[in-house]
């Protein structure tokens, strides 16, 4: 009788410690994470880049991801098509500016992550993603292996008042439409 209340007494502990686990926080290595872009047209051409993460962090338990902070500096928007010379600083300085992304006004945007299911070896992650000032819910997969979580990111820039171009907002552009939807290629290191 008293092993097997001792023994009770033992898993009872175990589970406790178990319900009871602190979420560990596992910072980003900026320098080694990396953030693609890119945006198109309606019709045509296609320009990419870069962004650079600022700061960041995930929270695990166990497995599970249960939530994370990453800090993009939008003042770092580069182009990496058209080159130098051909047109690359004059889009950077347009992609900066009140017509886009308004950088002197908001220089950073965030991603903050509210939950996420595991399905599989991926991450179904729903967070709230802040542009501009604006605040607006994403879903997306995230996978992980090992020490690094990977996602592509698309959202509709027009929900931040990023609108130039933007064939939702505006008439006639016919040609000179831009899509909507951004996509980001987001590889993150921990």
């Known amino acids: 009788m008293k092993n097997t209340i001792k023994s009770i007494f033992a898993v009872t502990l175990v589970l406790a410690a178990f319900a009871f686990t602190n979420p560990i926080t596992k910072k980003i290595n900026v320098k080694e994470s990396s953030i693609e872009w890119m ?3 309606v019709v045509g ?3 990419s880049g870069t962004l650079t993460l600022k700061s960041g ?3 695990m338990e166990g497995t599970n991801m249960t939530g994370g902070e990453f800090v993009v500096d939008m003042t770092s ?3 990496t098509d058209p080159a130098e010379g051909k ?5 950077e300085g347009h992609l900066k500016s009140e017509d886009f992304f308004g950088v002197e006004a908001h220089p950073e945007a965030t991603l903050v992550i509210k ?4 399905d599989g070896s991926n991450n179904i992650v729903v967070a709230d993603l802040t542009i501009k000032g ?4 994403v879903t997306f997969n995230l996978g992980k292996e090992g020490n690094t979580v990977t996602t592509r990111l698309v959202f509709d820039r027009s929900k931040f008042n990023v609108r130039y171009g933007s064939g939702s907002f505006f008439d006639d552009l016919g040609d000179k439409a831009i899509s909507d939807d951004i996509t980001l290629d987001v590889m993150l290191k921990f």
């Open 39 to 41: 945006g198109k047209k």
């Open 45 to 47: 051409n296609s320009h």
């Open 57 to 59: 962090y995930i929270e």
């Open 77 to 79: 928007i580069n182009v």
């Open 87 to 91: 047109g690359k600083d004059r889009l």
């Open 115 to 118: 939950s996420a299911t595991k």
């Open 134 to 137: 604006i605040t607006e819910e």
